[in-house]
Structures are given as C-alpha cells and as structure tokens.
C-alpha cells in the first residue's frame, strides 16, 4: 500500500467510526417534568434553553386533569387516562376496600403498595413488554411494582438527590453499550413546585427555582449532543399555580361540626366523606349554595371533569373558587404563598408543554394532557393501550 492511501485511510478511517457511532445511537424519548411549571412561566424571559426547545421545536400549554394535583397528573400523562380511570384520584385518597388506611404521597408504606397503580399501566411497563428498555430518573409510580413490573433502571424518590445528578444519571445511561442503553427514559424536578408553594408563583424564589432547572435541561442537551445522542425529548408539568392568602379562607367548621366528617383533602379542592351515621346533615350543609366554594356529590360533578365514577372518589367534592383556601379546623399547612388543585379550567393551572426533536412544530395550543400519552408512545414505536385520549397530538407528527 503506498503511503499516500495509509495516510488517507487513516484519516478516514476515525470519521468513519465515528459516523457509524452516531449512525448506530437511535434516537432516545426522554420525559421531563418540571413539577409545577405553570404554562406562561415559559414568557418570562428567564428560560434560555427551553425557550431555545421550544422555538426549534414545538410548546403548548397542557390542561390537567381533575384534581389539579401531581400523583393524578403524572400518572395521567403516562398512561393516558384520566384519573378517575387511572386510579390515582388524588395526592390523597380512601378505597372503600381498605377503609381504615389512606394514601398519600408522603406515605410510603401506602404510596408504594401495587394495590393503588394496578388500575392503568404506565407507559414504561408497556414499553417493556414491547422489548424497550426503560430507566426512571423519578416519575410518581416508577418505583411501585405494578403488576410485577418495574423499570429495569428505577431509583426510590428522594428529594435530596441534587438535580445535577440526576441529568448526570440519565447522561450516564446514555454512555452504555447498546444492548443495555435505555430508549426511554424519565426525569423530574420538584425545585418550581416547591417554590410555588412556598412563596407564590410571583416570587423571586420561582424565578430562581425556573433559572436553575432551566440551566439543568441546558447540561442534558449538551451532554447529549456531546455524545451525539439524538433525543426525542418532551418537557411537560403537571399543573400550574396559584396565589393564596389567609384573606380568602373557608372555612368548613363554620358550616358544619367537624365530627360529622372525614376531610381526606383540603386545599383548593376538599375531599368529604360523611362520618358514619351522619349522611343527611352533611349532604344538607354542604350541597347547598355557598360564597367562594361549590360542592357536588361525586355523582352529580359537572361532566366536564371526568371525575366521580371512581370509588376512591370521596362522597363529595368540594372546590373552591381560584384563589381560595377551604380548610377544615386548624390546616396543617400554611395558607399563603402557592397552592393547586382547582378547576381544571382555571387558566392558572395550565401546565407546561415542549417538545423537542420529535418532528412536532409550532404552537401546539391548549392540549389535555392524557394526549401526551399517545404521542409518547408514538415516539418510542409502541402500540399503545386504550385510553382516555383521542390522539390529537399524536395526529400531528409526520
Ligand atoms: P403536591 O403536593 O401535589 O404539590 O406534590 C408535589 C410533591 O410531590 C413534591 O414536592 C415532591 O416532593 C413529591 N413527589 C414527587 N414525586 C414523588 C414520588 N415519586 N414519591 C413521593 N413523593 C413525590
Ligand atoms: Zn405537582
Ligand atoms: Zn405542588
């Protein structure tokens, strides 16, 4: 071989490599929630790189399901079905079958137990059957064993985990062999959320809580296209947030003798039970008209909520005018700052909604957000199960 073509073979022969390298790397669907991250936080002007995603590819603003709450909501957009059909009914909630206990989303012993799950399957069980392989860097469900499955990589919740770490996990992933490589991947951050709540959704904090994971979804994508790992990647939230103060307070003992309910949730929605024996005087005082608050029987909420056909759904919903705070004797949580959980029409529960690298573009509008399921799936090449939605965002991919 003369030295003129060893030279250029072994010039080639790198870019070759490396070529192939990119040409091998299929394209990895990763889903990003940034819980809380009300719709037009993304107008701020404090979010360089997700406006940058949004702007290449495309945004919306996603409409959550009743109750505007995160446990519902996520598992909501993962298995595409409303909460009264997924089973999680809200942060809290009672089976008729198992009275004496309550789940919550701060209760493990409960929170992880299949028996509350096993209504839907979420989109990473299905992908597994499918032969994908899937890695949860956090998603409300992934470390519940439903139905005997888990993700082949699932980490336990714990809000200590730095959010640099858990980009570099999901980076970490990436960097594996093929054969052990995860298609689809989850992430969640808590940072706006907790912001929200705290402070309100006008705060300074918000701003620097939306600046911080901003700069985190600019390190995933560079790291990505460091290793030049093409992504299909959607950034959604679960709900919005709202303002509250001390100033717009119902109170429930006013109405009614606290001992004559169980209030499995308060807030901006109330959750009711009637304590036993007590039926008629509660219906009487609750159902009829009241300033800032509506309450329904399950049964008879307004159609356009999909919500009260599920068991777990207490007797009667309460829900308060945006902005308002129904709380049943002392709250155990401060009434200031941020809350969710109204109306799914109340605009500032809108949530978040970008998409990047998959073939959507421009301004998607106002979605359910049970469509991000189909799309999802579409995006990772599963079939996916019967739902609740009708595929519109899905409809929209070439
Ligand atoms: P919410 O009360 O609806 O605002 O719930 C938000 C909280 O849910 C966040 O502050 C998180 O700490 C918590 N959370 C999120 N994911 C999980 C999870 N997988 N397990 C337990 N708690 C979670
Ligand atoms: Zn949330
Ligand atoms: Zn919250």
Redesign the pocket.
Request: charged residues 30%.
């Given at each position: 071989m003369n030295r003129l073509l060893s030279l250029l073979l072994a010039l080639a022969l790198p870019l070759a490599a490396q070529a192939q390298d990119a040409g091998v790397r299929d394209p990895v669907t990763i889903l990003i929630s940034i819980?809380?991250f009300r719709a037009d936080y993304l107008d701020r002007g404090i979010t360089p790189n997700l406006s940058r995603l949004a702007d290449e590819g495309a945004h919306g603003k996603l409409r959550p399901s009743f109750p505007t709450?995160?446990?519902p909501n996520?598992y909501a957009m993962v298995t595409g079905k409303r909460p009264d059909n997924n089973g999680i009914v809200g942060?809290n909630m009672i089976d008729p079958r198992r009275p004496q206990v309550k789940f919550s989303?701060?209760d493990?012993k409960q929170?992880l137990d299949p028996f509350w799950w096993d209504e839907a399957e979420p989109a990473w069980i299905t992908a597994g059957k499918a032969g994908v392989r899937t890695a949860t860097m956090?998603?409300?469900?992934?470390?519940v064993a439903i139905g005997e499955h888990r993700p082949p990589d699932w980490l336990r919740?714990d809000?200590h985990v730095g959010y640099a770490q858990r980009v570099n996990t999901i980076l970490d992933w990436m960097r594996r062999p093929a054969d052990i490589r995860p298609a689809f991947a989850t992430l969640?951050f808590?940072a706006v959320?907790?912001a929200g709540?705290k402070f309100g959704p006008d705060s300074a904090e918000v701003n620097a809580a939306i600046s911080e994971i901003d700069k985190r979804i600019g390190d995933l994508t560079a790291g990505l296209a460091a290793m030049r790992q093409r992504a299909h990647i959607l950034i959604v939230a679960?709900?919005g947030m709202r303002a509250i103060d001390e100033s717009r307070i119902v109170q429930l003992a006013d109405l009614i003798d606290l001992a004559s309910i169980v209030a499995v949730e308060t807030g901006p929605y109330a959750a009711i039970e009637p304590a036993a024996g007590t039926d008629d005087r509660v219906y009487e005082a609750l159902l009829k008209p009241h300033d800032h608050m509506t309450c329904n029987r399950r049964e008879e909420l307004p159609e356009r909520l999909h919500y009260g056909h599920n068991p777990r759904v207490a007797a009667i919903i309460c829900i308060a005018e945006p902005g308002w705070s129904i709380i049943a004797g002392t709250p155990s949580w401060p009434v200031k700052g941020g809350a969710?959980?109204y109306d799914n029409q109340d605009s500032e529960m809108l949530a978040l909604f970008v998409a990047s690298g998959t073939g959507l573009n421009g301004d998607v509008g106002i979605v359910d957000n049970i469509e991000v399921y189909p799309l999802l799936m579409r995006l990772i090449g599963v079939t996916p199960l019967p739902s609740d939605a009708s595929g519109v965002l899905a409809k929209r991919l070439p």
């Open positions: 819980d809380g709450k995160t446990f996520h942060n989303l701060g493990p929170s956090f998603w409300p469900g992934s470390e919740y809000e969640y808590e959320d907790d709540h679960d709900h969710h959980g």
